[in-house]
Protein backbone atom coordinates (compact mmCIF):
# COMPACT_ATOMS: atom_id res chain seq x y z
CA UNK A 1 0.00 0.00 0.00
CA UNK A 2 1.26 3.20 -1.19
CA UNK A 3 1.35 6.46 1.11
CA UNK A 4 -1.17 9.27 -0.43
CA UNK A 5 0.47 12.97 -0.88
CA UNK A 6 -0.86 15.05 1.76
CA UNK A 7 -1.61 18.44 1.32
CA UNK A 8 -3.30 19.29 4.91
CA UNK A 9 -1.34 19.04 8.20
CA UNK A 10 -1.00 15.08 9.83
CA UNK A 11 -3.95 14.69 12.57
CA UNK A 12 -1.61 13.09 15.38
CA UNK A 13 -2.98 11.17 18.39
CA UNK A 14 -0.21 10.70 21.13
CA UNK A 15 -0.26 7.32 23.06
CA UNK A 16 1.63 8.31 26.15
CA UNK A 17 1.70 12.01 27.87
CA UNK A 18 5.05 11.05 29.86
CA UNK A 19 7.92 13.02 29.39
CA UNK A 20 8.87 11.81 25.93
CA UNK A 21 5.48 11.64 24.31
CA UNK A 22 4.32 15.09 25.66
CA UNK A 23 7.84 16.25 24.58
CA UNK A 24 7.27 15.35 20.60
CA UNK A 25 4.08 17.02 21.68
CA UNK A 26 5.22 20.38 21.65
CA UNK A 27 7.58 19.52 19.04
CA UNK A 28 4.79 18.91 16.79
CA UNK A 29 3.15 22.21 18.48
CA UNK A 30 5.75 24.38 16.78
CA UNK A 31 5.32 22.66 13.49
CA UNK A 32 1.44 23.18 12.83
CA UNK A 33 2.27 23.41 8.87
CA UNK A 34 2.92 20.01 8.76
CA UNK A 35 1.24 18.40 12.02
CA UNK A 36 -0.89 19.03 14.69
CA UNK A 37 -2.24 17.17 17.93
CA UNK A 38 -5.89 15.62 17.55
CA UNK A 39 -6.23 13.20 20.16
CA UNK A 40 -4.57 11.63 23.05
CA UNK A 41 -4.17 8.48 24.82
CA UNK A 42 -3.24 8.23 28.77
CA UNK A 43 -4.20 6.38 31.50
CA UNK A 44 -3.14 9.50 34.15
CA UNK A 45 -6.07 11.23 33.62
CA UNK A 46 -4.60 13.96 35.17
CA UNK A 47 -1.41 13.60 32.66
CA UNK A 48 -3.70 13.62 29.59
CA UNK A 49 -5.50 16.73 30.52
CA UNK A 50 -2.39 19.00 31.53
CA UNK A 51 -1.00 18.23 28.17
CA UNK A 52 -4.76 18.67 26.81
CA UNK A 53 -5.18 21.60 27.92
CA UNK A 54 -1.94 22.67 26.70
CA UNK A 55 -2.17 22.02 23.59
CA UNK A 56 -5.91 23.06 23.15
CA UNK A 57 -7.06 19.32 22.37
CA UNK A 58 -10.67 19.05 23.99
CA UNK A 59 -11.66 16.30 26.76
CA UNK A 60 -13.49 14.12 24.33
CA UNK A 61 -10.24 13.16 22.03
CA UNK A 62 -8.65 12.53 25.19
CA UNK A 63 -8.98 8.47 26.14
CA UNK A 64 -7.30 6.14 28.49
CA UNK A 65 -5.69 3.92 26.30
CA UNK A 66 -4.36 3.39 22.99
CA UNK A 67 -7.35 0.43 22.05
CA UNK A 68 -9.98 3.13 23.42
CA UNK A 69 -8.97 5.85 20.66
CA UNK A 70 -8.66 3.80 18.11
CA UNK A 71 -12.28 2.33 18.66
CA UNK A 72 -13.29 5.42 18.63
CA UNK A 73 -13.26 6.44 14.93
CA UNK A 74 -11.67 9.59 14.68
CA UNK A 75 -9.98 10.62 11.46
CA UNK A 76 -6.24 10.51 12.12
CA UNK A 77 -3.05 10.07 10.01
CA UNK A 78 -0.52 8.69 12.36
CA UNK A 79 0.46 8.17 15.80
CA UNK A 80 3.56 8.78 18.21
CA UNK A 81 3.99 5.77 20.39
CA UNK A 82 5.70 7.44 23.81
CA UNK A 83 4.02 4.63 26.10
CA UNK A 84 6.42 2.80 28.60
CA UNK A 85 8.95 0.26 26.76
CA UNK A 86 7.53 -2.86 27.13
CA UNK A 87 3.88 -1.73 26.23
CA UNK A 88 5.20 -0.58 22.54
CA UNK A 89 4.62 -3.87 20.69
CA UNK A 90 0.17 -3.77 20.88
CA UNK A 91 -0.10 -0.20 20.12
CA UNK A 92 2.23 0.24 17.38
CA UNK A 93 0.98 -3.02 15.53
CA UNK A 94 -2.60 -1.83 16.14
CA UNK A 95 -2.04 1.96 14.63
CA UNK A 96 -0.25 0.33 11.65
CA UNK A 97 -3.18 -1.84 10.86
CA UNK A 98 -5.50 0.92 11.14
CA UNK A 99 -3.50 2.68 8.73
CA UNK A 100 -1.72 5.26 10.53
CA UNK A 101 1.66 6.18 10.23
CA UNK A 102 3.74 6.09 13.64
CA UNK A 103 6.99 7.49 15.22
CA UNK A 104 7.76 4.77 17.68
CA UNK A 105 10.14 5.53 20.75
CA UNK A 106 13.21 3.83 21.47
CA UNK A 107 13.75 0.90 22.43
CA UNK A 108 11.53 -1.05 19.77
CA UNK A 109 10.03 -3.40 21.85
CA UNK A 110 11.57 -5.42 25.00
CA UNK A 111 12.15 -8.90 22.46
CA UNK A 112 13.46 -9.68 19.13
CA UNK A 113 10.41 -11.52 18.64
CA UNK A 114 8.40 -8.26 19.17
CA UNK A 115 10.38 -6.34 16.98
CA UNK A 116 10.07 -8.59 14.47
CA UNK A 117 6.03 -8.48 14.82
CA UNK A 118 6.21 -4.47 14.62
CA UNK A 119 8.52 -4.66 11.20
CA UNK A 120 6.33 -7.26 9.75
CA UNK A 121 3.31 -4.96 10.65
CA UNK A 122 4.44 -2.27 9.22
CA UNK A 123 5.71 -3.78 5.73
CA UNK A 124 2.41 -5.02 5.56
CA UNK A 125 0.79 -1.69 5.81
CA UNK A 126 3.31 0.45 4.04
CA UNK A 127 2.67 3.02 5.95
CA UNK A 128 5.89 5.08 7.39
CA UNK A 129 7.55 4.20 10.60
CA UNK A 130 10.33 5.85 12.26
CA UNK A 131 12.11 4.47 15.61
CA UNK A 132 13.40 7.48 17.24
CA UNK A 133 17.06 7.24 17.15
CA UNK A 134 17.93 10.88 17.63
CA UNK A 135 21.90 10.38 17.02
CA UNK A 136 21.23 9.90 12.81
CA UNK A 137 19.41 13.36 12.84
CA UNK A 138 21.72 15.39 15.69
CA UNK A 139 23.73 17.57 13.36
CA UNK A 140 27.25 17.04 15.04
CA UNK A 141 26.38 13.25 14.79
CA UNK A 142 25.50 13.83 11.26
CA UNK A 143 28.95 15.89 10.31
CA UNK A 144 31.42 12.58 11.52
CA UNK A 145 29.58 10.38 9.42
CA UNK A 146 29.36 12.45 6.58
CA UNK A 147 33.47 13.56 7.02
CA UNK A 148 34.35 9.83 7.63
CA UNK A 149 32.45 8.90 4.41
CA UNK A 150 34.72 11.66 2.78
CA UNK A 151 37.86 10.36 3.87
CA UNK A 152 38.84 12.78 6.00
CA UNK A 153 41.06 10.48 8.28
CA UNK A 154 41.43 7.75 5.28
CA UNK A 155 40.09 4.13 6.26
CA UNK A 156 38.34 3.89 9.36
CA UNK A 157 40.05 1.00 11.42
CA UNK A 158 38.65 1.30 15.13
CA UNK A 159 36.29 3.19 16.83
CA UNK A 160 35.82 4.01 20.49
CA UNK A 161 32.34 5.67 21.81
CA UNK A 162 31.57 6.76 25.55
CA UNK A 163 28.31 7.40 27.06
CA UNK A 164 28.14 9.38 30.27
CA UNK A 165 25.22 9.03 31.95
CA UNK A 166 25.70 11.19 34.75
CA UNK A 167 25.27 10.35 38.19
CA UNK A 168 22.10 12.63 38.28
CA UNK A 169 20.40 10.99 35.54
CA UNK A 170 21.40 7.29 36.46
CA UNK A 171 19.93 8.54 39.93
CA UNK A 172 17.29 9.61 38.51
CA UNK A 173 16.05 7.42 35.57
CA UNK A 174 17.77 4.18 36.47
CA UNK A 175 17.73 3.97 40.07
CA UNK A 176 14.51 5.38 41.28
CA UNK A 177 13.06 5.79 37.96
CA UNK A 178 10.70 3.83 35.72
CA UNK A 179 14.07 2.11 33.52
CA UNK A 180 15.56 1.15 37.00
CA UNK A 181 14.06 -2.71 37.16
CA UNK A 182 14.28 -4.81 33.91
CA UNK A 183 10.95 -6.07 35.56
CA UNK A 184 9.25 -3.55 34.44
CA UNK A 185 11.39 -2.23 32.00
CA UNK A 186 14.19 -3.15 29.60
CA UNK A 187 17.91 -4.23 30.30
CA UNK A 188 19.88 -0.82 30.48
CA UNK A 189 21.91 -1.31 26.94
CA UNK A 190 18.26 -1.58 25.03
CA UNK A 191 17.14 1.13 26.98
CA UNK A 192 19.77 3.94 27.26
CA UNK A 193 22.30 2.48 24.72
CA UNK A 194 20.37 1.24 21.35
CA UNK A 195 21.27 4.78 20.45
CA UNK A 196 24.94 4.27 20.45
CA UNK A 197 24.94 1.13 18.98
CA UNK A 198 22.76 1.81 16.19
CA UNK A 199 24.88 4.90 15.50
CA UNK A 200 28.15 2.44 15.89
CA UNK A 201 26.71 0.60 13.24
CA UNK A 202 25.96 3.49 10.81
CA UNK A 203 29.73 4.68 11.47
CA UNK A 204 30.48 1.49 10.38
CA UNK A 205 27.46 0.49 7.74
CA UNK A 206 26.09 -2.01 8.94
CA UNK A 207 25.69 -4.08 12.10
CA UNK A 208 28.18 -5.84 14.07
CA UNK A 209 28.79 -9.84 13.32
CA UNK A 210 30.13 -10.89 16.79
CA UNK A 211 30.68 -8.52 20.48
CA UNK A 212 31.53 -9.44 23.84
CA UNK A 213 30.14 -7.50 26.46
CA UNK A 214 31.02 -6.95 30.36
CA UNK A 215 28.71 -5.02 33.23
CA UNK A 216 26.98 -4.84 36.08
CA UNK A 217 25.34 -3.18 39.02
CA UNK A 218 27.95 -2.41 41.00
CA UNK A 219 27.32 1.14 43.00
CA UNK A 220 23.68 1.77 43.56
CA UNK A 221 22.80 -1.51 46.25
CA UNK A 222 22.04 -1.81 49.85
CA UNK A 223 25.79 -2.93 50.56
CA UNK A 224 26.92 0.88 49.86
CA UNK A 225 24.18 2.39 52.06
CA UNK A 226 26.00 5.14 54.06
CA UNK A 227 25.27 4.19 57.96
CA UNK A 228 22.04 4.98 59.24
CA UNK A 229 20.40 5.98 55.71
CA UNK A 230 16.77 5.62 55.91
CA UNK A 231 14.57 3.96 52.99
CA UNK A 232 13.80 7.77 51.82
CA UNK A 233 15.51 11.05 51.75
CA UNK A 234 12.80 12.77 53.22
CA UNK A 235 12.80 10.48 56.71
CA UNK A 236 15.48 12.43 58.84
CA UNK A 237 18.26 11.01 56.98
CA UNK A 238 21.68 12.22 58.16
CA UNK A 239 23.61 12.51 55.19
CA UNK A 240 21.08 14.09 53.38
CA UNK A 241 22.88 17.59 53.79
CA UNK A 242 26.13 16.40 52.03
CA UNK A 243 24.64 13.51 49.73
CA UNK A 244 24.61 13.61 46.40
CA UNK A 245 21.62 11.85 45.09
CA UNK A 246 19.81 13.72 47.59
CA UNK A 247 15.87 13.68 46.26
CA UNK A 248 15.11 17.04 48.64
CA UNK A 249 17.22 18.81 47.02
CA UNK A 250 17.00 17.74 43.61
CA UNK A 251 13.33 17.44 43.65
CA UNK A 252 11.96 20.07 45.87
CA UNK A 253 14.78 22.44 46.94
CA UNK A 254 15.08 24.05 43.24
CA UNK A 255 13.93 26.68 41.46
CA UNK A 256 13.96 23.75 38.43
CA UNK A 257 11.06 22.08 39.22
CA UNK A 258 9.57 23.04 36.15
CA UNK A 259 11.81 21.66 34.34
CA UNK A 260 13.24 18.02 33.42
CA UNK A 261 14.01 15.63 35.99
CA UNK A 262 12.73 17.29 38.36
CA UNK A 263 9.09 17.59 36.69
CA UNK A 264 9.00 14.05 36.70
CA UNK A 265 8.34 14.03 40.23
CA UNK A 266 5.40 15.68 40.04
CA UNK A 267 4.24 15.99 36.52
CA UNK A 268 1.00 18.40 36.49
CA UNK A 269 2.02 20.43 39.88
CA UNK A 270 5.39 22.27 40.56
CA UNK A 271 4.65 23.54 43.65
CA UNK A 272 7.03 22.79 46.30
CA UNK A 273 4.79 21.43 48.24
CA UNK A 274 3.34 18.99 45.42
CA UNK A 275 6.82 18.01 45.11
CA UNK A 276 7.44 17.52 48.84
CA UNK A 277 4.60 15.43 48.84
CA UNK A 278 5.78 13.53 45.85
CA UNK A 279 9.38 12.82 47.51
CA UNK A 280 7.75 11.45 51.14
CA UNK A 281 5.52 8.88 48.95
CA UNK A 282 6.91 8.30 45.65
CA UNK A 283 9.45 6.34 43.62
CA UNK A 284 11.76 9.76 43.32
CA UNK A 285 12.07 10.17 46.99
CA UNK A 286 14.13 6.98 47.65
CA UNK A 287 17.58 6.73 48.83
CA UNK A 288 19.48 5.19 45.68
CA UNK A 289 20.83 3.05 47.80
CA UNK A 290 17.26 1.26 48.95
CA UNK A 291 15.40 0.86 45.87
CA UNK A 292 14.43 -2.00 44.01
CA UNK A 293 16.63 -1.16 40.89
CA UNK A 294 18.52 -3.66 39.11
CA UNK A 295 19.93 -1.75 36.01
CA UNK A 296 23.50 -1.79 35.31
CA UNK A 297 24.84 1.14 36.32
CA UNK A 298 28.34 0.73 33.87
CA UNK A 299 28.57 -1.54 30.71
CA UNK A 300 31.29 -2.17 27.89
CA UNK A 301 30.65 -3.99 24.44
CA UNK A 302 33.72 -4.67 22.49
CA UNK A 303 32.33 -5.27 18.55
CA UNK A 304 34.01 -6.18 15.15
CA UNK A 305 32.45 -5.20 12.02
CA UNK A 306 32.02 -6.82 8.29
CA UNK A 307 34.30 -4.38 6.95
CA UNK A 308 36.78 -5.45 9.39
CA UNK A 309 36.33 -2.16 11.60
CA UNK A 310 36.29 -2.66 15.33
CA UNK A 311 34.29 -0.40 18.05
CA UNK A 312 34.95 -0.28 21.54
CA UNK A 313 31.17 1.03 23.38
CA UNK A 314 31.32 2.04 27.64
CA UNK A 315 28.79 3.33 29.44
CA UNK A 316 29.23 4.61 32.85
CA UNK A 317 26.46 6.12 34.95
CA UNK A 318 29.03 7.46 36.99
CA UNK A 319 30.41 10.51 35.65
CA UNK A 320 30.42 14.32 36.32
CA UNK A 321 29.32 15.36 32.90
CA UNK A 322 26.66 14.47 30.31
CA UNK A 323 26.81 13.45 26.50
CA UNK A 324 29.04 11.36 24.63
CA UNK A 325 32.68 11.28 23.26
CA UNK A 326 33.67 9.48 20.41
CA UNK A 327 37.05 8.59 18.97
CA UNK A 328 37.68 7.43 15.00
CA UNK A 329 40.76 5.49 13.97
CA UNK A 330 41.70 5.95 10.42
CA UNK A 331 44.88 5.20 8.56
CA UNK A 332 45.61 8.85 7.42
CA UNK A 333 44.59 10.54 10.91
CA UNK A 334 42.54 10.46 13.63
CA UNK A 335 38.66 12.54 14.42
CA UNK A 336 37.61 13.26 18.10
CA UNK A 337 34.31 14.79 19.30
CA UNK A 338 33.70 15.90 22.65
CA UNK A 339 30.62 17.86 23.03
CA UNK A 340 30.27 20.22 20.50
CA UNK A 341 33.48 20.22 19.12
CA UNK A 342 34.79 17.95 16.11
CA UNK A 343 39.30 17.64 16.22
CA UNK A 344 40.92 16.15 13.21
CA UNK A 345 44.18 15.69 13.57
CA UNK A 346 46.47 14.05 9.93
CA UNK A 347 49.20 11.76 10.49
CA UNK A 348 50.83 13.53 7.22
CA UNK A 349 51.48 17.31 8.22
CA UNK A 350 50.03 17.04 12.03
CA UNK A 351 47.69 19.78 11.37
CA UNK A 352 44.64 19.98 13.90
CA UNK A 353 41.28 21.12 12.11
CA UNK A 354 38.65 22.13 14.75
CA UNK A 355 35.24 22.36 13.89
CA UNK A 356 32.53 23.90 15.89
CA UNK A 357 28.80 22.86 15.91
CA UNK A 358 26.32 24.85 17.66
CA UNK A 359 23.50 22.94 19.09
CA UNK A 360 20.28 23.34 17.62
CA UNK A 361 16.75 22.83 19.62
CA UNK A 362 14.56 20.34 19.58
CA UNK A 363 15.79 17.40 22.18
CA UNK A 364 18.87 15.01 21.81
CA UNK A 365 21.01 18.53 19.99
CA UNK A 366 18.24 18.85 17.73
CA UNK A 367 18.24 15.23 16.57
CA UNK A 368 14.42 14.92 17.96
CA UNK A 369 13.31 17.90 15.84
CA UNK A 370 15.09 16.64 12.78
CA UNK A 371 13.64 12.95 13.42
CA UNK A 372 9.81 14.14 13.59
CA UNK A 373 10.00 16.27 10.51
CA UNK A 374 12.02 13.58 8.23
CA UNK A 375 9.07 11.15 9.88
CA UNK A 376 6.37 13.94 8.83
CA UNK A 377 7.54 14.55 5.96
CA UNK A 378 7.88 10.61 4.40
CA UNK A 379 4.26 10.50 5.90
CA UNK A 380 3.14 13.26 4.07
CA UNK A 381 5.09 12.68 0.66
CA UNK A 382 5.17 9.00 0.63
CA UNK A 383 9.07 8.84 0.31
CA UNK A 384 10.62 7.04 2.86
CA UNK A 385 13.97 8.60 1.89
CA UNK A 386 13.84 11.52 4.81
CA UNK A 387 13.48 8.49 7.29
CA UNK A 388 16.76 7.06 8.85
CA UNK A 389 15.50 4.73 11.42
CA UNK A 390 13.14 2.63 9.53
CA UNK A 391 11.45 -0.08 11.36
CA UNK A 392 13.56 -3.07 9.64
CA UNK A 393 16.80 -1.15 10.07
CA UNK A 394 16.27 -0.57 13.64
CA UNK A 395 15.55 -4.32 14.18
CA UNK A 396 18.94 -4.99 12.36
CA UNK A 397 20.71 -2.49 15.11
CA UNK A 398 18.63 -3.48 17.89
CA UNK A 399 19.75 -7.02 17.55
CA UNK A 400 23.20 -5.91 18.72
CA UNK A 401 21.38 -4.35 22.34
CA UNK A 402 20.25 -7.89 22.32
CA UNK A 403 23.14 -9.94 21.37
CA UNK A 404 25.16 -7.64 23.91
CA UNK A 405 22.64 -8.28 27.07
CA UNK A 406 23.36 -12.11 25.98
CA UNK A 407 27.07 -12.07 26.45
CA UNK A 408 26.84 -10.11 29.53
CA UNK A 409 24.49 -12.36 31.31
CA UNK A 410 26.06 -15.65 30.06
CA UNK A 411 29.64 -13.95 30.11
CA UNK A 412 30.73 -15.47 26.38
CA UNK A 413 31.11 -13.49 22.98
CA UNK A 414 27.91 -14.06 20.77
CA UNK A 415 27.90 -14.18 17.16
CA UNK A 416 25.31 -12.38 15.64
CA UNK A 417 24.59 -15.18 13.43
CA UNK A 418 22.76 -16.79 16.24
CA UNK A 419 20.30 -13.77 16.08
CA UNK A 420 21.33 -13.49 11.96
CA UNK A 421 20.71 -11.72 9.99
CA UNK A 422 17.51 -10.47 11.87
CA UNK A 423 16.03 -13.37 14.17
CA UNK A 424 17.98 -14.36 17.68
CA UNK A 425 17.96 -17.52 19.38
CA UNK A 426 18.44 -17.26 22.63
CA UNK A 427 17.02 -14.04 22.70
CA UNK A 428 13.53 -13.92 24.82
CA UNK A 429 11.08 -13.86 22.32
CA UNK A 430 7.84 -13.35 24.59
Known amino acids: MSCPLLDQPLRIAIIGAGSRGCHFADLISGLSHLARVVAIAEPDAAKAGHLAARLGVPTAACFSGWQALLDAGLRLDAAVVATMDREHTSPAVACLG ?15 GECEGIVAAQEASGRMLAVCHSMRYNKIYAMVRRLLGEGIIGRVASIDLLEQ ?12 GNWGATDRAVPMI ?9 YLAFLAGSPAIRLASFGSLGYFTAANAPSGAP ?17 LRQYVHTELRAA ?17 AAVRSGPYGRCVWRCDNDAVDHQVVALEFPSGITATFTMTGLTWEGGRRLRVHGGEGVLELNGREIAVR ?12 AEEPGGHGGGDRRLLIGWLEAARSGDASTILTGARESLRTHAMAFAAEISRVERRMVELTEIAPEVASGVPRS
Open 260 to 276: WPASVCSPTDHSLEAHL
Open 346 to 357: SFATGDLRRIEV
Open 98 to 112: AGLHVLLEKPMAPTI
Open 231 to 247: ARCSDGCPHEPICAYSA
Open 190 to 198: LAKSCHDLD
Open 165 to 176: VGYWHQAHSFVR
